[in-house]
């Protein structure tokens, strides 16, 4: 890098911001004599530009006088800096100011359409066959009366819930325990006690008038089933017994006896 290049550069006034940020890449890759020769990649990652960019900006630089570049026996071009390079008087400026004395011009809008043009109405009448049928619509409308129109609402879903403390017995229930030859008062106990200490899902039930209907016929099932179970079956002689007694028919037969 050279201190002198990089000073020549920064004093550069008839170049664009683009023309400046690319002579000072190339200045902090200038020998002191302003040879460099960086590639157009490494130009492109220190000046942030795009590779036409950078295309563009060397040419416009090469014809204007600023900077040289021919081939060398480098991989690259080789770039020569111009530190004695003046603007021509005539160059354009690149930065231009309006004079403190200059006219400031208004741009005037265009008005679009014909002048003489009348304003569209906003009020549009319908046709007397549309206002008609609109009218028929409204008077038929408000000529329903509430009840005729009929609010569709969702059907209630019954959900499952737990056997309540307070649930009481009803007559219907009553008369089927009674019927089935149950007593009420013990059947009902154990029915209570047995859902409100029962947990889970299966203690949840639709319909516990149902629910009581089915215990009372489970409970006459176990009854009958209970009442089986306990007849004793008939007493057959032992083991012993029996030998005994064969013994004694074959000694009478042996001696002669009629059996």
């Given at each position: ?135 028929k619509k409204e008077n038929s409308s408000s000529s329903k009366s509430k009840s005729e129109i009929q609010i569709c609402s969702p059907p209630k879903v019954k959900r ?88 004694a028919e074959r000694f009478l037969r042996e001696n002669g006896a009629n059996l």
């Amino acid at each position: 890098m050279s201190l002198e290049a990089m000073h020549w550069a920064f004093n550069q006034q008839d170049t664009t911001p683009s023309e400046k940020v690319l002579l000072l890449a190339l200045a902090d890759h200038s020998a002191p004599d302003g040879e460099c020769w960086p590639s157009i990649p490494l130009l492109m990652k220190k000046t942030s530009l795009s590779e036409r960019a950078v295309f563009n900006n060397l040419k416009s630089l090469s014809k204007r006088g600023v900077i040289r570049r021919e081939k060398g026996h480098h991989k690259s071009i080789t770039t020569f800096l111009n530190f004695d390079y003046t603007p021509a008087p005539d160059a354009p400026c690149t930065k231009c100011t309006p004079a403190l004395n200059a006219p400031q011009r208004v741009q005037e809008m265009q008005s679009r359409g014909a002048g003489d043009a009348p304003k569209p109405s906003y009020n549009h009448q319908l046709e007397p066959s549309v206002k008609e049928k609109n009218s028929k619509k409204e008077n038929s409308s408000s000529s329903k009366s509430k009840s005729e129109i009929q609010i569709c609402s969702p059907p209630k879903v019954k959900r499952a819930t737990r056997l309540s403390e307070d649930w009481e017995l009803p007559d219907e229930g009553i008369t089927f325990a009674e019927d089935l030859g149950l007593n009420v008062p013990m059947t009902f106990g154990a029915f209570r006690d047995h859902w409100l200490s029962k947990a889970g899902k299966d203690a949840c039930k639709l319909d516990w008038l149902a629910t009581w209907r089915n215990w009372c016929r489970k409970k006459v099932e176990w009854q009958t089933t209970s009442v089986q179970t306990t007849k004793k079956p008939p007493v057959q002689a032992s083991f012993g017994v029996n030998v005994a007694q064969g013994t004694a028919e074959r000694f009478l037969r042996e001696n002669g006896a009629n059996l």
